[in-house]
Structure formats: structure tokens, C-alpha cells
């Protein structure tokens, strides 16, 4: 019994180190896809040199909750932040494609 439950525990030690190979390759794999996709995503080091660049800025409530999102997110998740950024950011493209064509419609029927 106590073989088998070592044995077990090597086990679950093994697949939990190609689960996080797997997460790894998949995060750079979407990194490489988002960069292709939308541009370079500014790194931390610039992101902070923008936030001291524009410290006498005043935010409104929605980049505010964006900034405070996104510290989060890399503090708690940073696997996750890339993904969030490109989704919001594709989100973002649809709207203002939906707005372009409500707008030029509304040109049209004038």
C-alpha cells in the first residue's frame, strides 16, 4: 500500500509539472498570436513609465477600474492578463465597428 500510494504521488507530481508546461506554452503561444494579431503589448516597464508620466493626469471611472483590473489581474493571475487585454480589446473593435456602420447608416438614409 504505502508503494502503491508513492507511486501514486510521483504520478500526480509528474502530470501537475506538464500541466504547467502545457499552461506555459499556451500563454506564449497567445502572446505570439495577440502581438501578430494586435501589435506589441507595452511592457510593465513602459506602462509604469506612462502611469509616471501622467501622474498629474486625472482618470475617469471606467480606466480607473480598467488600471485597478489589470494590477489585479497581475498580481493574482498574470497568466490570465494577456488574455483579458485581448479580449477586451477585441470586444472594443466590434463595438466600434457596430457604431461606424449604425453611424454610416444613418448618413445613408438622410
Not at 506589441?40 to 480598467?66: I, K, V
Not at 489581474?73 to 485581448?86: F, I
Request: proline share 3%; aromatic share 8%; charged share 30%.
Amino acid at each position: 500500500a504505502f508503494e502503491r500510494h508513492r507511486q501514486v504521488k510521483v504520478d500526480v507530481i509528474q502530470i501537475e509539472h506538464l500541466m504547467q508546461t502545457c499552461k506555459t506554452k499556451l500563454v506564449q503561444a497567445f502572446e505570439e498570436w495577440y502581438d501578430q494579431r494586435y501589435g506589441q503589448m507595452p511592457s510593465a516597464e513602459a506602462a509604469a513609465a506612462a502611469a509616471e508620466a501622467a501622474a498629474g493626469e486625472r482618470y475617469d471611472p471606467q480606466e480607473m477600474f480598467d488600471m485597478i483590473e489589470a494590477d489585479r489581474l497581475e498580481t493574482q493571475h498574470p497568466d490570465a492578463l494577456a488574455y483579458h487585454k485581448a479580449r477586451k480589446n477585441a470586444i472594443r473593435d466590434v463595438r466600434q465597428k457596430r457604431t461606424g456602420a449604425v453611424a454610416a447608416a444613418r448618413v445613408v438614409g438622410r
